[in-house]
């Protein structure tokens, strides 16, 4: 069975909280309850994760590359300047998708060129929350 991590960056606890009027209502446990669903419905096996601090972050994708694990990761803030994450993605034998809810490239300023878009097999922005849906299913094929 194929096995997915599902990652969350900074400030992505806030959703639902957080400038709705930007990332929308949805809250990180119901994408999350979504996604469990929807793997469960596609034969995928998923780990959910999400932190506020870079070295647990890295902690997680080298968990992912130890389980031959595929990773959707957001990873949010540190998009824009994690060497540590970049790194780390790298590392990762299975594909690595990178998904944003908002378009980071209509938004500007430090918000519109992710390093990690370097090294990951794909990016989902802009979308919103269907954007984890999708990268998912990528995924499971």
């Known amino acids: 069975m194929k096995l997915v991590y599902v990652i969350n960056g900074p400030n992505l606890n806030m959703l639902g909280k957080r400038e709705p009027h930007i990332y929308g209502a949805t809250t990180l446990d119901e994408i999350e309850a979504n996604l469990r669903a929807l793997a469960g419905e596609l034969g995928v096996a998923s780990q959910f994760f999400q932190s506020n601090h870079e070295g647990e972050i890295v902690q997680q994708l080298h968990r992912a590359f130890e389980d031959g694990a595929a990773v959707i990761i957001n990873p949010a803030g540190f998009s824009y ?61």
């Open 81 to 141: 300047h994690s060497v540590p994450i970049y790194d780390a993605i790298k590392m990762v034998k299975e594909p690595v998708i990178e998904v944003h809810i908002t378009n980071t490239h209509k938004r500007g300023g430090v918000y519109s060129h992710s390093i990690m878009s370097e090294v990951v097999t794909g990016v989902i922005c802009g979308l919103g929350v269907r954007g984890y849906e999708l990268a998912l299913r990528t995924i499971a094929g």
